[in-house]
Structure formats: structure tokens, C-alpha cells
């Protein structure tokens, strides 16, 4: 096999909840454990710290990979989806799997694929944990796929657990009520392993507390403890922040190479699960000087990619990730303080998720420009158009993503705004 035939191989044979969605989604391990077995355990071969949570834990998952990074120690970062290159999913201290490497995994383990028949996911999770151990990662950040109990990453006993917060999100899949969805996230907790939750909400926060009585698992809310306010903007790329813990100044001048509303809340859980991991399983990243010169230097460790990045100016065109209800309301409520003439936004959405809840967020005053991403879940771009007609919401359907971005640069001045954010597949074909 040549890398394109293995890749073509992964999304045409097995299916790929980004593709196809929940028809790809397995709800138990069983794939995921028969493949680990056959690969001879590779979960078992390494540290780990296992990140879940509805908003935020792509971007915790590459904080703490940086951080461990700037330690010194050989880090895995296991992250899902994928934006451009599906090697993204599986780095090593932030160099991708090598290609010559996914086709050998595919090639000697053939048989067992056809076999176990697992979702591209189940796969990807098996080739990420046999890299690692192969590897020899000192520790490995894994990001849960969908959910947490029947997640197949959920076969690791980590270092730590950490859940980033809860809110609306794959309802088909997850439960409709936040409890309900907090009960799957809440299926990483591990029996005597320390969890961090990010946020406390009043829904799921007696979730947690149950399960980790239940578990035995040392719980804490990182935002009963720290308190993080966005003190400057470096640039687009970049926020200085001040960190209280409770109440008292603890961390200032704090350099973080993300920009973006959300990063603040997801700098309070990062900073927690510093100070637990440092000074219990993984002293190595204790002191503030690990810290601060991994989250300085965040982008070039971890190629962090799709969260609020700025990819042309004059007009200026940010790019963000932000999908449901919490996401979009808290990158709307940020944009709208910012200064231009007028606002264009290009979005699209996959076909399983209900817009009606999420459109509500958008401003009404902005060109739209809606597309269809370039899979067979996105959402028909007439039928958004239509949707969002109903939230006072006007603009043009288009038959590429790519021919919106160029219409709303064709359209724009140089001091307008253009803003691509919706599904990630939407992003993925802009950036």
C-alpha cells in the first residue's frame, strides 16, 4: 500500500463518525479492546492523562502536552478530529505519526482489521497507542472522542482525569438533559484516580461528586479554586492573563499562545491539573518557569491549529471552531465588541445537529454566506439557508465552502470582519 491507498483504505472501508455519524458510533469497547489485545495491550505501556468535556478539552489537551513538552518529557498527543492531515490526530513532542508508519500499522495488522471490523475512530485510537508505546512516550494527552464511558479511549488508566465542562452537544447520542450528558462524560472517572472538573454547573456538578464517591476518585473544580482574567492581548494568537487562587494573586503576566474568549476558563482547569499532576505523578512539570514557557510557547510544541486563528487581514478573516450552543454564544458575544464596518460570516453545519438550537446566537446583523463542508454529513447549504431565515438571518448558499470565503472576500472592505465558524469541517476546508 502507498499512504494515500492506507488513508483511502481508512475512510472508505471503516466508518468514520465524521463522515457517516452516529451510524459509526460504537457504543461499548469491544473493538477497541480486541484491537489493543491483539497489539498486545500498547495502553498499558505508558503514562497517561485523559481529557473529556463538551467545549475546551482539544485546547487543554495541547496545553498540557506542551507543558510536559517544556519539562523535557516525551509526549504523546492523541486529539480528534483532524483539520488537513490526518496525522494531526496521533504527535509525538508535536511531530506527526510518519506516514511510513500508518501504512505499516494498516499492513501488518490487515488481518485483524478485517476481523474486529472496527469504526476508523476504534483504529485510529489502537495505531495512536501502539505509536506511543513503540514510542516510548513518557506520559501521552488523550482526548476523548464523543461522550467518555463508551469512548474508545476509555480503555487507559491515567494519571489524571479531566473533564472541561458540560453543555449541549450530540443529545442523539449523549442524552438530552445535561445530567444525562454529564453521566456519559462522567465514565472517565477511574477508581482512586484524582479528576479535575473545569466548571461547576449546577446540573452536572452532582454527577461528578456521585461518581467519584462511587469511585473512590479525588475530585476537584478547578474554578472554585483559580480565577483567571484576561489581562492583555498580545495579538490575535496570543492573551496575557492574571491567575488568582482563591483570591489571592498566585500567577502574573501568564503568556498563553491561544487567543479567544473561551481560553480563560480553559487556562483555570490547565493551571489545576498542573499543580496536581506536579506535585504528585509527574513532578517533572512542577515549577512555574515548565509552565510558563509551555503555554508561551504552545503553537510551535503542539502545532495547535482551528481555534481562533486569524488567516487574512485587510479584511480580517478569523477562523474558529465553535459549533454548539456555549461555544457559539461565548465567540459571538467576543466578536461583537470588536471594531469593524460590517460583519460577514461564513458557516455550515453537519446534518445530525439541530441548528434550530444553535442559530439563536447568531448576529442578525451580519452577511451570511452558507456552505456545504465538503463530506456526506454536511448539511445541505440551501436547507441552512433556509433554517436560519427563520433567526432573521439573510444571505446566499453556496456549493463549496471554498466559494464562500471567496464571495465574502469579494464582498468585504478592508476594514469588515469576516468570521468562518461552525462545524470544524467547515474550518478544516478554510484554513
Not at 61 to 71: D, F, G, R, T
Not at 304 to 315: K, L, N, Y
Not at 319 to 325: L, M, P, Q, V
Request: glycine fraction near 8%.
Amino acid at each position: 500500500m502507498t499512504y494515500r491507498d492506507t488513508l483511502d483504505y481508512l475512510y472508505r472501508q471503516l466508518p468514520m463518525f465524521q463522515r457517516v455519524g452516529p451510524a459509526a458510533y460504537k457504543k461499548d469497547l469491544t473493538n477497541t479492546l480486541a484491537l489493543c489485545e491483539h497489539l498486545g495491550n500498547p495502553q498499558h505501556r505508558f503514562k497517561s492523562i485523559h481529557i473529556g468535556g463538551t467545549n475546551g478539552k482539544g485546547s487543554v489537551s495541547h496545553m498540557l502536552a506542551a507543558i510536559c513538552q517544556a519539562a523535557g518529557l516525551k509526549t504523546g498527543l492523541y486529539v480528534s478530529p483532524h483539520y488537513k492531515d490526518f496525522r494531526e490526530r496521533i504527535k509525538v513532542n508535536g511531530t506527526y505519526i510518519p506516514q511510513s508508519r500508518v501504512v505499516e500499522f494498516v499492513e501488518k495488522n490487515l488481518d485483524a482489521i478485517e476481523r474486529i471490523e472496527p469504526s476508523f475512530f476504534e483504529l485510529c485510537v489502537a495505531m495512536a497507542f501502539d505509536h506511543f508505546a513503540r514510542e516510548k512516550v513518557d506520559v501521552a494527552i488523550v482526548e476523548v472522542g464523543l461522550g467518555g464511558r463508551l469512548d474508545s479511549t476509555n480503555v487507559i488508566t491515567p494519571l489524571l482525569s479531566v473533564i472541561t465542562n458540560i453543555s449541549y452537544d450530540h443529545q442523539n447520542l449523549l442524552g438530552e438533559t445535561l445530567p444525562e450528558i454529564a453521566g456519559e462524560k462522567a465514565g472517565i472517572i477511574k477508581p482512586g484516580i484524582p479528576v479535575v472538573i473545569g466548571e461547576t454547573h449546577p446540573e452536572s456538578a452532582p454527577v461528578f461528586e456521585k461518581k467519584a464517591r462511587e469511585t473512590g476518585a479525588p475530585i476537584v473544580f478547578a474554578d472554585q479554586h483559580f480565577q483567571v482574567k484576561e489581562s492583555a492581548s498580545t495579538d490575535w494568537l496570543s492573551s496575557i492573563y492574571t491567575v488568582s487562587k482563591n483570591g489571592v494573586p498566585y500567577l502574573e503576566n501568564l503568556k498563553v499562545a491561544a487567543g479567544g474568549p473561551f481560553q480563560s476558563r480553559n487556562v483555570a482547569t490547565v493551571v489545576q491539573a498542573w499543580q496536581i499532576l506536579g506535585a504528585t505523578s509527574l513532578p517533572e512539570i512542577a515549577g512555574q518557569e515548565i509552565l510558563r514557557t509551555g503555554l508561551s510557547e504552545l503553537r510551535t510544541l503542539t502545532r495547535f491549529m482551528g481555534r481562533w486563528q486569524i488567516i487574512g487581514e485587510q479584511p480580517l478573516i478569523l477562523c474558529d471552531s465553535a459549533h454548539n450552543e456555549a461555544g457559539l454564544r461565548i465567540a459571538f458575544e467576543r466578536i461583537g465588541t470588536m471594531p469593524f464596518r460590517q460583519l460577514h460570516i461564513v458557516t455550515g453545519f453537519v446534518n445530525d445537529k439541530d441548528v434550530t438550537k444553535t442559530l439563536g446566537y447568531f448576529p442578525v446583523q451580519a452577511r451570511y454566506y452558507f456552505a456545504k463542508a465538503d463530506i456526506p454529513r454536511g448539511l445541505e447549504a440551501t436547507v441552512l439557508q433556509e433554517k436560519a431565515a427563520g433567526f432573521g438571518l439573510h444571505g446566499r448558499a453556496y456549493t463549496s465552502v471554498r466559494n464562500a470565503l471567496k464571495a465574502a472576500r469579494r464582498a468585504a472592505q478592508p476594514d469588515d470582519m469576516i468570521v468562518v465558524i461552525g462545524s470544524i469541517f467547515v474550518v478544516a476546508e478554510a484554513i
